[in-house]
């Protein structure tokens, strides 16, 4: 069973509409009424900030990390428990990782995928062993993980690796997943061939 103190949630700056948005809200009311701190990117658009203005109108903590030069295309929240600035997005990834103890993925784009990929890709190098999670509620992560499954195939990927990212199709099985959570454990990334 993983303790978890500190959820930190990878989400789109951009969009927020219709179903998305009220599973950001789901989300961050969750992880507010169960205790826990959330972390997230610091911003106060898209579903990063609906996950976060969630949270905090129940009562929640939530830390935002945002780099400087971001601040011309993310606008800060300013009414965060805390907010953290660092200089890199490099540094945004490592703060973030070291705040949470487990990590989710919302809908969102190329940023949320490339946070989602460096931490899985810890997780594999065995960096880490905190719980990894797609929030896949309408399908939007399914190709991901059909990608991950055909990495697999290919032999890009060790099987047991597949376990590396939870896929989560309901908010309520989200937490129990996380605290359940038990990743694998992969001596070798690789087979090397005769040479």
């Not at 990063?48 to 969630?54: T, W």
Request: with cysteine; net charge negative; proline share 4%.
């Amino acid at each position: 069973m993983n303790e978890i103190g500190a959820v930190c949630v990878y989400a789109g700056s951009s969009g927020g509409d219709g179903p998305t948005a009220r599973l950001a809200q789901e989300l961050g009311a969750l992880i507010a009424a169960n205790g826990l701190t959330l972390v997230y990117g610091g911003g106060s658009v898209g579903l990063m900030g609906i996950v976060a203005d969630a949270a905090l109108d129940a009562g929640g903590t939530v830390i935002g990390v945002i780099p400087s030069g971001v601040f011309t295309r993310e606008v800060a929240h300013g009414g965060l428990t805390q907010l953290i600035e660092v200089t890199s997005m490099h540094e945004r990834k490592q703060c973030m990782y070291e705040l949470a103890d487990a990590f989710v993925a919302l809908p969102g784009g190329l940023g949320t995928l490339e946070e989602l990929a460096e931490t899985a890709t810890w997780g594999q190098l065995g960096i880490h062993r905190k719980p990894i999670a797609t929030l896949d509620v309408d399908g939007f992560w399914s190709p991901l993980h059909d990608l991950f499954a055909r990495a697999a195939a290919d032999g890009y990927l060790k099987a047991a690796n597949l376990e590396l990212v939870l896929r989560v199709r309901r908010l309520e099985d989200l937490l129990p997943a996380l605290r359940a959570y038990d990743g694998p454990h992969v001596e070798k990334w690789i087979e090397l061939g005769d040479t």
